[in-house]
């Protein structure tokens, strides 16, 4: 057997759980995340997946009005006491686990599969990194602290970080959180990456059938009291008289019921959402495509880094301009405008993003912000804090 094979079934030995409640929904920003760390790991480690069973609960209701108070009265409960509604399976699973394991990757959300899998590995001395998606109770801006379960919550997460040999995180926000808290982990800020499209689309922008007069405005995903208001932005659009028209396409939902109330002046287009690849073949019927930033500063909304893979100039609407995630990850990166929801002049600066003629080359998406490039990132840090049988677990709070 030569070296690199020798070498290779001396690490296939190792046996690493991977806990990722979300790891088989895998259009989930964490299932995509949990499958592309599972191609990079595999090939290294002796791999023990861990997810919550079943699928995706589906979406409404039942008539049944004794069915409905039944589940809001047991919603109020798990509000008030639990982690979060898998934490009963979350304490059955790992109530006896753990003890013939050489390192954990824990990825959050959920979070109480996290924490009840990193308080086994504590018991047994067993080196495990956190890969977080957004804050939980610790690390959150504003958290209620009336009910029994936020304070329960916040005395897990200070565990699981006490004992962590290190953590993943999206955004610089919540990594300063993080160090401030927690001094001596190891952080590394590294975001979702993006899927290659097998075949990039031709580019649309400046395409010779666009209407100069008429802005075509598209966002694709979710909209949610979590995000910013764009009807803001479209109320500075109108008023800057730039366009005699201006028709925003939604792709996917509207639970915050922002649409309702466009300014006079849009027109509105609602559409299912689609896969990308469908998005990525009808990119050409629009000029501009707006990822929507969030409420919270810290949080990195996970659509713009796929949004680098369409032929088309991007617009982020950010709550300001410095110390905000969404706005620091498209800085200087060609194709993107970051507007303040506050600024005046986002008339003016979205017509002239508009009206440059960008070439492929420009609105093409960075190699290493694709999935494969940013999978190994991510693996090449687990190794780095767990993949060394000398590497010993962080100090555990008493």
Request: hydrophobic share 40%; net charge neutral.
């Amino acid at each position: 057997m030569d070296s690199a094979n020798s070498h290779r079934s001396r690490a296939r030995d190792r046996r690493l759980a991977v806990v990722s409640g979300y790891a088989t929904r895998r259009l989930t920003p964490r299932g995509q995340r949990t499958q592309w760390l599972l191609k990079r790991l595999e090939p290294e480690w002796d791999v023990d997946l861990i997810a919550l069973p079943g699928a995706e609960p589906a979406a409404g209701g039942t008539s049944d009005r004794g069915q409905v108070s039944w589940r809001r009265a047991a919603g109020g409960v798990v509000r008030a006491t639990l982690f979060d509604k898998w934490e009963p399976w979350s304490m059955r699973r790992f109530r006896s686990w753990g003890d013939d394991l050489d390192a954990g990757l824990l990825i959050a959300y959920p979070w109480s599969p996290v924490a009840h899998a990193a308080r086994r590995l504590q018991s047994a001395d067993t080196p495990y990194v956190v890969d977080a998606g957004d804050p939980w109770a610790l690390t959150s801006p504003g958290t209620d602290t009336r009910f029994l379960a936020t304070l329960r919550c916040k005395r897990a997460e200070r565990s699981i970080w006490s004992g962590a040999a290190g953590a993943v995180v999206t955004t610089e926000q919540q990594a300063t959180v993080l160090a401030d808290l927690f001094p001596q982990l190891q952080v590394l800020v590294r975001p979702n990456g993006y899927d290659p499209p097998p075949v990039r689309p031709a580019v649309a922008a400046g395409d010779a059938t666009r209407d100069p007069e008429r802005l075509r405005l598209v966002h694709y995903g979710m909209l949610s009291f979590l995000r910013l208001d764009v009807t803001e932005l479209l109320g500075k659009l109108v008023a800057s008289g730039r366009w005699k028209s201006i028709v925003f396409t939604q792709f996917g939902d509207d639970h915050a019921g922002m649409l309702r109330r466009v300014p006079a002046g849009v027109e509105v287009e609602r559409r299912p959402a689609c896969p990308w690849d469908e998005v990525l073949a009808g990119a050409h019927e629009f000029d501009l495509a707006v990822v929507v930033g969030n409420w919270l500063t810290g949080q990195l909304p996970s659509k713009a880094i796929q949004y680098m893979t369409l032929p088309l100039p991007r617009l982020a609407l950010t709550q300001r301009e410095h110390d905000d995630a969404l706005a620091d990850y498209v800085r200087g990166r060609s194709g993107w405008l970051a507007v303040g929801i506050d600024d005046a002049d986002a008339g003016d600066r979205v017509r002239e993003h508009v009206d440059r003629d960008w070439s492929e080359a420009e609105l093409a998406p960075p190699p290493d912000e694709a999935w494969p490039a940013v999978a190994d990132r991510i693996g090449d840090f687990v190794e780095q804090r767990v993949g060394s049988a000398d590497v010993p677990a962080r100090e555990r709070v008493a």
